[in-house]
């Protein structure tokens, strides 16, 4: 098995998983009906890709199926993002959150639909499609509460700025990365500044500062959590924990 | 979609059958639309005395996929068609072009508006776009939110005849 690639796909699949899981926290939350049912769309989007990275993750090791790596695995185990473990708090942090990640995620998605690994790259397609929404839905809502009242644009702003020093992680490269970078010319670092002009523009037009930090947070790609990934995989994990092989 | 039935009638009986089976299949999200009519079904092959039917995705996270590959194994025993598997596959992801044009004439009937325009365009455009109320064909409505009641669909409002309505998302 290629270590590499296959650290690589879960990666990808674990930041899927758990974003999607924080989102649908939401589910019967959201601050009106459409807003909730639109969360709960965009995490449901979520899952789904995450299921597809598992499934291409088990078809290179034997024995394992998508269900093994989702309830399966610990906390160390776990290759995502430290930002999007991050907990929702209010409306406002999990735009933020959202925002942050989606602009990211639709670029390096836009990297991998053109790659050279046939299986990612199929995924990618699929999945660029539904990320151009969510990309959508959470600048429209970083502008609306920036641009809104005074209390949406304090908020909003608190919200960047706690959770900036985590986006350094998007671009720091694990193992995994750098193969990718070598091999099919995902190359990180290029996204970088791309990010930043895409997210700056919106924060600007949103009548927000962008939040500077010299203090990254790093480490979930290497399985260095904070405490917080515990309690989404004690939920997440219940029931094959208490009840192993447990099926539908 | 090029023209179904002309592409039809150069396969061979037994799998102008099974496509006749599919027919009967309904999406259960949209209970108008044909597993067929949605463009979902990518090949129907026999291998090994074995029916193997390509199905595809329309969403990652489509709750529905699961029900329609064991809707489409339980219409194939029905038929008789006992030996037959389905298999998932996204070697291009599916696209609102593959609805057939029964299928989005079905979609407007039962008040749903049909995907409208192309999504090469790019998905974010979409939202820009005029959608044409299904009740009474006015071009004066508004979107009231990206995402609707499934993930295949925007929730629109019509300011002439005040109704709201579920639009079917280029994708
Ligand atoms: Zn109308």
Redesign the pocket.
Same mark, same amino acid.
């Given at each position: 098995m290629n270590k590499d690639l296959h650290n690589y796909i879960i990666q990808l699949g674990d930041n899927s998983l758990i974003l999607g899981h924080r989102i649908s926290e939401w589910c019967g939350h959201g601050p009106v009906l459409e807003q909730d049912i639109a969360l709960t769309n965009i995490a449901l989007d979520h899952v789904g890709q995450a299921r597809m990275y598992y499934q291409l993750a088990a078809t290179m090791e034997p024995g394992k199926t998508e269900d093994d790596y989702a309830y399966l695995r610990t906390v160390t185990e776990y290759k995502n993002l430290l930002l999007l473990e991050q907990e929702n708090k209010d409306f406002g942090y999990t735009i933020a959150r959202s925002f942050y990640y989606d602009q990211f995620h639709l670029l390096i998605l836009r990297v991998l639909k053109s790659c050279g690994n046939k299986d990612l790259s199929e995924i990618a397609a699929q999945a660029y499609k539904e990320v151009s929404y969510h990309c959508r839905f959470s600048s429209d809502w970083v502008k609306r509460l920036g641009d809104g009242t005074e209390e949406s644009h304090r908020r909003i702003q608190r919200a960047l700025d706690e959770f900036f020093p985590y986006t350094a992680e998007f671009f720091a490269p694990s193992e995994a990365d750098n193969y990718m970078a070598g091999k099919y010319g995902v190359d990180l670092s290029k996204l970088s500044s791309q990010w930043s002009v895409i997210v700056e523009n919106i924060v600007r037009e949103a009548t927000l500062t962008m939040p500077t930090t010299p203090y990254p947070q790093l480490g979930g790609k290497q399985g260095r959590h904070s405490e917080k990934l515990g309690f989404i995989l004690t939920e997440l994990q219940y029931m094959q924990r208490t009840y192993p092989n447990s099926t539908w | 979609m090029v023209n179904q039935s002309s592409i039809r009638e150069q396969l061979s009986t037994e799998i102008q059958d099974i496509y006749n089976v599919l027919d009967t299949v309904l999406d259960p999200e949209v209970p108008v639309l044909t597993v067929v009519d949605l463009g979902i079904i990518r090949n129907v092959r026999k291998e090994n005395g074995t029916i193997q039917v390509d199905i595809c995705p329309t969403y990652s996270g489509c709750p529905a996929l699961d029900v329609i590959a064991i809707d489409i194994k339980f219409a194939l025993d029905q038929a008789c068609f006992t030996n037959s598997k389905v298999n998932y596959i996204l070697d291009q992801p599916w696209t609102t072009n593959w609805i057939s044009e029964d299928g989005k004439r079905k979609l407007k009937e039962y008040g749903i508006a049909p995907p409208q325009g192309s999504p090469d365009k790019g998905q974010l455009g979409e939202m820009d776009k005029t959608i044409i @109320?299904p009740?009474?064909d006015?071009k004066n409505t508004e979107m009231i939110s990206a995402f609707g009641s499934t993930a295949c669909k925007s929730l629109y409002r @019509?300011k002439? @005849?005040l109704?709201p309505f579920d639009y079917f998302k280029c994708h």
């Open positions: - | @109320c009740i009474c006015s @019509c002439d @005849c109704e």
